[in-house]
């Protein structure tokens, strides 16, 4: 027989079961777990704003300074070169002719100055609200609207292919182990960090340059982009210049297996 006290309908109060409840356990667990994310994003801020790009502006300053530091670096490494050499040549005892060997190793290198008709390429981005200028074209991503690596690399291979004797970009000499790489919006060049324009000047015939840089098929792409959305292009005639020989390290640098 059941106790009224557990029988429906009796008139008493229904006496109140506390069993197992599920639900109740899963949002105790879920406070839990907000608690400890509050936590940890408290822990990781230490009292600062983590959603702003502040991290990012400081990055961006350290290496524009590292840059600065780099070009001064490079003129002091330049004076000391050049006292270096100045001894040896004193001490040296070479002969005429290895001093004219020696002479034209270091121009081919480009180590040393060089003198000549030279021209200059110069590209730069597109204004940031471009649009499509001509019909069957889609309008810009903002890819389409930057320099690339490969913009940049198609003009010094074009300027080699045109006869070249030697290339800067911007104001730095480049030899046979320079690299010109993009990251971002931005050239890094032997350690410095350049943004939009880049001038790239070549010494040589100035009709074979200028030809080789029509005869590029990579350029004949990159001109597409300038007459539909705007990319930078100016190639111009600098007449006698002189470009100024390399000054960084010529040690190679690579990566050696862990013994």
């Given at each position: 027989?059941?106790?009224?006290?557990?029988s429906p309908g009796t008139g008493s109060s229904p006496v109140r079961r506390w069993g197992f409840r599920p639900l109740r356990i899963l949002t105790a667990g879920v406070f839990a777990l907000a608690g400890?994310?509050?936590?940890?994003?408290?822990?990781?801020?230490?009292?600062?704003?983590?959603?702003?790009?502040?991290?990012?502006?400081?990055?961006?300053?350290?290496?524009?300074?590292?840059?600065?530091?780099?070009?001064?670096?490079?003129?002091?490494?330049?004076?000391?070169?050049?006292?270096?050499?100045?001894?040896?040549?004193?001490?040296?005892?070479?002969?005429?002719?290895?001093?004219?060997?020696?002479?034209?190793?270091?121009?081919?290198?480009?180590?040393?100055?060089?003198?000549?008709?030279?021209?200059?390429?110069?590209?730069?981005?597109?204004?940031?609200?471009?649009?499509?200028?001509?019909?069957?074209?889609?309008?810009?991503?903002?890819?389409?609207?930057?320099?690339?690596?490969?913009?940049?690399?198609?003009?010094?291979?074009?300027?080699?292919?045109?006869?070249?004797?030697?290339?800067?970009?911007?104001?730095?000499?480049?030899?046979?182990?320079?690299?010109?790489?993009?990251?971002?919006?931005?050239?890094?060049?032997?350690?410095?960090?350049?943004?939009?324009?880049?001038?790239?000047?070549?010494?040589?015939?100035?009709?074979?340059?200028?030809?080789?840089?029509?005869?590029?098929?990579?350029?004949?792409?990159?001109?597409?982009?300038?007459?539909?959305?705007?990319?930078?292009?100016?190639?111009?005639?600098?007449?006698?210049?002189?470009?100024?020989?390399?000054?960084?390290?010529?040690?190679?640098?690579?990566?050696?297996?862990?013994?």
């Amino acid at each position: 027989m059941s106790n009224s006290a557990d029988s429906p309908g009796t008139g008493s109060s229904p006496v109140r079961r506390w069993g197992f409840r599920p639900l109740r356990i899963l949002t105790a667990g879920v406070f839990a777990l907000a608690g400890l994310l509050f936590f940890t994003s408290f822990d990781t801020a230490k009292g600062t704003n983590i959603r702003t790009d502040d991290s990012l502006l400081k990055l961006s300053d350290l290496i524009h300074e590292r840059s600065r530091k780099n070009g001064v670096l490079e003129k002091s490494n330049a004076a000391l070169r050049g006292d270096v050499e100045s001894l040896a040549e004193r001490d040296a005892g070479r002969s005429a002719a290895e001093d004219d060997e020696l002479a034209g190793l270091e121009h081919r290198a480009g180590t040393q100055e060089l003198q000549g008709e030279a021209v200059t390429v110069t590209l730069d981005d597109a204004p940031p609200d471009a649009t499509a200028k001509l019909p069957g074209y889609p309008e810009p991503e903002p890819d389409y609207l930057v320099i690339h690596q490969q913009d940049l690399q198609a003009v010094v291979n074009a300027m080699w292919q045109g006869g070249a004797e030697g290339i800067k970009v911007m104001d730095q000499r480049l030899i046979s182990t320079s690299a010109v790489r993009c990251v971002g919006n931005t050239l890094i060049l032997q350690g410095r960090v350049y943004s939009p324009p880049y001038k790239i000047t070549a010494v040589g015939d100035p009709e074979k340059l200028k030809n080789a840089l029509a005869a590029s098929s990579s350029i004949q792409n990159y001109m597409v982009y300038v007459n539909v959305y705007g990319l930078g292009w100016k190639v111009e005639d600098d007449g006698p210049i002189t470009l100024p020989g390399y000054s960084g390290t010529v040690d190679l640098h690579y990566a050696k297996p862990v013994e």
